[in-house]
């Protein structure tokens, strides 16, 4: 083997990434995710071109992917010569023309507006990136580029390590690869969490010459965008992955099966197949080996079922999507009928942290069972939305409250929702569970993907997995009666109890359905599809009781089980309810209590969240 070429690029990688890092002229970081650009990050970067050419500054504007904190997009971090980065974060283009002729042009960098710095030194009034409550819990590794980097730039990459997992895994033997994979520790997280290295020897094993390997990036959880997010800001991380894998299980051949809605994601990974083309990266004697590899882009349409590993691969070979039962598994008898192993996106971000830094390494994080990190897509009720990525065995707890920040306006954390439409809801009396695969199991839920939804006291626990059931009732591709039936069945019930037509038998009912869906369902769409309700049942059941024996909804979301009223006693007449009011429910004079016309309102709750003195309430 003959790496020269390679190391050739590394050197140069590493002397463009030095370089830049002391560039004597300005710095523009603009975080160009998808979170980024549908907050308006494309106008921020129209901004700051406009600016350098006005101010005829040579400056560079880099744009990178979602750094994690989604709550304060859209996010710019300027560094003059010198100096640090300077995070500023909700941008405008008003605002954010202020803040670079104010930093660039007369040296005041708008401290008032800044969120935190990085680099070297200090600045007085603002915290470091790594101090800020949402990041100092968290440890990155399938993370570990994201937002620092162009994702569209190799060199940004290699320069910082990348592919130097690859180089060391062509000098193991394949056998070796999967010991030093099973030696981490590392579980896939898909969901399932199956031992990753075990999995790859099943491959390995397999008779037959072809094989394949596939990156399932079909996310398709409602509040999801940990696999998304790692693609748009750091694709190549995910394809070192796919390289090393497919290197250990012997194969020449790998699809990644990603969903036609992540069009940024799609486009990135297109630009860093053909730079790993051009750096001899891809195709024929990579790194001058013997190994050859050929990775395929496969767009999914949208259907969750999908990310099911063998719906997905009938999907690939241009069928239906739809699951098939097991055994015979992938690895064996896969695509095409070909032994396939299939790891998800995040999942292959850590096979080349694993590689390039260890096993042992890897397996210092975590706990017995669970190594590692995981990613969740912290969403809903929270404070600070965004994507983290936590050690396993952290307790919900922290990253609710230390991380998320809790819930706004001083209301309660009611719940967490884990794993997604196909996990459960987690009460708040369990908020100390160690977030791993068994605990979540024991408490009814999953690890799924890393969807964490976060639930405050005017969520209706009926409704929520209502919600979900709509979405995975849909979602069945009904080639099994459980599923096709029984999803629907569920939803049935529980519009029943919604709408204050439940009978206390319906609650017993719920249940049979739900175990039936779970024990005789062909995929794991069917055997967790259940979930929501099941957990809902087991730790809301009074909730569940009060809709169907005092036909109320304590949360106000049931609109047959609730109604609004304004307490004179407190309210002020202000009359901002009015104003909010389409349908000319509320009236009352200027200054003296309002009321609500039940015959009227349509219960939009415009009025409720309006009421600055907390007048109005459900009842």
């Known amino acids: 083997m003959d790496f020269s070429n390679f190391l050739s690029i590394k050197e140069r990688a590493e002397k463009n990434w030095t370089a830049l890092e002391n560039l004597k002229q300005p710095i523009i970081q603009i975080g160009m995710g998808t979170c980024g650009k549908a907050a308006g990050a494309d106008e921020v970067y129209g901004v700051a071109k406009q600016v350098l050419k006005q101010l005829n500054l040579l400056g560079r504007i880099m744009q990178v992917g979602c750094i994690g ?33 104010a930093t660039l042009k ?62 060391r895994a062509l000098q193991m033997k394949p056998e070796e690869v999967i010991q030093e994979i099973k030696a981490s520790g590392l579980r896939g997280r898909g969901g399932a969490g199956f031992p990753t290295g075990t999995k790859w020897e099943f491959a390995r094993k397999s008779p037959g010459t072809k094989k394949y ?18 693609l748009e800001g750091d694709p190549h991380s995910v394809l070192e992955g796919m390289l090393i894998g497919a290197y250990a299980i012997g194969c020449d051949e790998g699809y990644i099966y990603i969903r036609a809605e992540y069009p940024l994601a799609i486009k990135r990974l297109e630009i860093a197949l053909k730079q790993m083309k051009e750096c001899g990266l891809l195709g024929r004697n990579i790194l001058g080996t013997q190994f050859g590899f050929t990775i395929h882009i496969k767009e999914g349409a949208g259907a969750f079922v999908c990310g099911e590993e063998t719906a997905l691969m009938a999907s690939i070979a241009g069928g239906r ?94 719940a967490v929702q884990t794993g997604g439409p196909s996990g459960g809801c987690i009460p708040a009396e369990l908020f100390d569970l160690p977030v791993d695969y068994e605990s979540l199991t024991q408490a009814g839920s999953i690890m799924g993907s890393g969807g964490m939804v ?85 730790y809301f059941r009074p909730e569940y009781e009060m809709h169907i024996l005092k036909k109320k909804c ?66």
Not at 71 to 93: D, S
Not at 329 to 344: M, Q
Not at 584 to 605: F, M, N, Q, R, S
Request: hydrophobic share 35%.
């Open 554 to 619: 304590e949360a106000g979301v049931c609109k047959p089980l609730f109604h609004y009223e304004i307490d004179p006693e407190i309210c002020n007449g202000c009359g901002v309810c009015s104003k909010r009011c389409s349908v000319g429910a509320v009236t009352g004079e200027k200054k003296k209590p309002h009321a609500i016309d039940l015959e009227k309102c349509t219960k939009c709750g415009a009025c409720y969240e309006g009421c600055k003195v907390r007048a109005i309430r459900i009842c």
């Open 321 to 414: 999507g739809m699951p098939q039962p097991r055994p015979p598994f992938p690895a064996h008898k896969g695509l095409w009928e070909k032994p396939t192993n299939i790891n998800n996106v995040e999942t292959f971000g850590n096979v080349s942290a694993i590689l390039e830094k260890g096993a042992q390494w890897f397996a210092s994080f975590g706990t017995e069972k669970s190594k590692g990190t995981k990613t969740f897509a912290l969403a809903g009720k929270v404070v600070r939305t965004g994507l983290i990525e936590v050690p396993m065995g952290i307790r919900l707890r922290e990253i609710l409250y230390d991380i998320g920040g809790g819930v706004a306006q001083g209301k309660k954390v009611k």
């Open 69 to 101: 904190t989604c709550y304060l997009e859209p996010m710019m971090a300027v560094r003059k010569p010198g100096g640090p980065f300077i995070y500023y974060g909700n941008l405008t283009p008003q605002k954010t023309e202020e803040i670079l002729l």
């Open 106 to 167: 007369d040296d005041d960098p708008k401290l008032e507006w800044a969120v935190c710095f990085a680099g070297q030194g200090s600045v007085d009034g603002i915290p470091r990136f790594e101090d800020l409550p949402m990041i100092k819990p968290q440890i990155r590794i399938a993370l570990r580029n994201c937002g620092l980097i162009d994702p569209e730039n190799i060199d940004h990459y290699i320069a910082r390590g990348g592919y130097t997992g690859l180089m």
């Open 213 to 230: 390997i596939i990156c399932n990036a079909d996310e398709g959880d409602p509040g999801a965008f940990m696999d998304r997010s790692l």
């Open 454 to 538: 976060v639930m405050d006291e005017e969520t209706c626990m009926v409704d929520i997995p209502k919600y979900f059931l709509s979405f995975t009732a849909k979602e069945s591709c009904g080639k099994c009666i459980p599923c096709r039936l029984g999803t629907r069945q569920m939803l049935d019930i529980l519009n029943e109890i919604s709408d204050g037509k439940g009978s206390l038998e319906d609650l017993e009912t719920l249940k049979e359905v739900s175990e039936t869906v779970q024990k005789g369902s062909l995929c794991g769409l069917g055997q967790t599809a259940p979930n929501p309700v099941l957990t809902t049942l087991r």
